[in-house]
């Protein structure tokens, strides 16, 4: 009976997303949705036979890469919170960053009969007998924050992510004034993430083609001479390889005393590897600029402590909002397209042209907006009511 529901209601989303270029993989659910594993059939009828559903309800699988990485356990948490408080059961797994077990806990929920999936990939390319299977089941994937490069995905939930970049860039473009340089030239480095996760590309483009202009004049001097993505790419977004990389960067070209003056990182886990490098190894006595993305809160620290200059603040919890109420509106059959933004209650914009799951197959995806923090805006965080002051100055996520 559930299932019927659902399948109804999909039908209905998918009919209306047709016309309005929605989820590329849409129409063939319908057809497909009857395959839905035996155990699944099964279960969603036990379900439904022993509590009526109530409307809106459903099952939904939030699958997340890892708890070793602080942005991720508050996704984790704030999507299943959001959902259960909205009235789903959800199963909620992290897969160590093994991009295998990830496929495993897709398939299991896939199983356990879930109306929608959320996925946070561990690698983009490496979930596509997780995303068959979903699509032959006719469940529709909402890929979070990374981006799955594979056709199953109905919709792509994330932050500009090329914006990310930019605002790392422009930052220390205007921090050293570098318009105005003349004659100067500034020492950078550069650390980007992981190559499996498709936003760290983004994120190094983006940063890479506002200082390029000043590389290319040579007001800005890479002294390793690093400064293609492989080279500066951190497996996994390690804090311990970034920091590896980093020390052998300043044993190399900085121990006869160059001065190193900014250190450009796509993110806080390699920021930190970073700043702890440049403490134990870095034999210049000036600040070296470093940059960031998340908000964690040893990186929120060393930026009250003057170890990192900036962050670049992305709010996860309006990110689940914002998936919450997608997944609401394709569970239910509404049209999923930008007339659902003003329902979210966040800035965000609908973009069909951005994203792509294979080459041409464009994925729609709603994107929201990063800001900068410093340490002259830390009360903005505290503003957003997920972190608190302590006295000693420090934040800690709620
Ligand atoms: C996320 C970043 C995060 C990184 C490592 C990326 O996909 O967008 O916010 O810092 O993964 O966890």
Not at 140 to 146: A, E, F, G
Not at 214 to 233: H, P, W
Request: proline share 2%; glycine share 8%; with cysteine.
């Amino acid at each position: 009976m559930k299932k019927k529901l659902v399948a109804a209601l999909m039908a209905g989303c998918m009919a209306a997303t047709m016309f309005a270029g929605c989820g590329s993989s849409a129409p063939k659910e319908e057809a497909k949705s009857e395959a839905k594993s035996e155990a699944a059939e099964e279960e969603k009828t036990e379900e439904a036979a022993e509590t009526p559903a109530a409307e809106g309800s459903g099952k939904v699988g939030i699958a997340m890469p890892t708890q070793s990485l602080e942005r991720w356990n508050r996704d984790g948490a704030y999507l299943d919170e959001q959902f259960k408080n909205a009235g789903y059961e959800t199963i909620l797994t992290y897969s160590d960053n093994k991009a295998e077990q990830q496929v495993n806990d897709i398939q299991n929920m896939i199983a356990e009969g879930v109306d929608v999936l959320i996925v946070a990939a561990i690698d983009g390319e490496a979930l596509n007998t997780a995303m068959n299977e979903a699509s032959e089941a006719g469940i529709p994937v909402i890929s979070y924050d990374r981006l799955i490069l594979n056709d199953a995905v109905s919709y792509y939930v994330s932050f500009d992510n090329y914006t990310v970049g930019t605002l790392q860039g422009q930052f220390v473009v205007d921090a050293l004034d570098l318009e105005n340089a003349g004659d100067a030239v500034y020492n950078i480095e550069l650390t980007t993430g992981d190559p499996a996760d498709n936003n760290a590309g983004y994120f190094f483009n983006g940063a890479y083609d506002v200082i390029k202009p000043y590389i290319e004049k040579g007001t800005l001097n890479v002294v390793s001479g690093q400064t293609d993505f492989a080279s500066v790419a951190t497996e996994q977004w390690s804090t311990d390889v970034a920091l590896e990389r980093a020390q052998n960067i300043l044993g190399s070209y900085y121990a006869d005393g160059t001065q190193l003056d900014v250190w450009l990182c796509s993110n806080d886990s390699t920021a930190l590897g970073v700043a702890q490098a440049i403490e134990s190894d870095y034999a210049g006595k000036n600040t070296v600029l470093i940059t960031g993305q998340d908000g964690d809160e040893a990186n929120l620290k060393n930026i009250v402590d003057g170890k990192q200059t900036m962050t670049v603040y992305k709010n996860v919890s309006n990110e689940a909002i914002v998936t919450l109420k997608l997944a609401q509106a394709l569970l239910e059959g509404k049209e999923c397209d930008a007339s659902l933004i003003e329902e979210f209650g966040v800035e965000c914009a609908y973009d069909t042209e951005s994203y792509e799951t294979s080459a041409g197959n464009k994925c729609p995806s709603f994107l929201l907006v990063p800001s900068v923090i410093t340490k002259d805006n830390l009360q903005d965080l505290v503003d957003t009511g997920l972190y608190t002051m302590g006295s000693d100055g420090y934040l800690s996520a709620n």
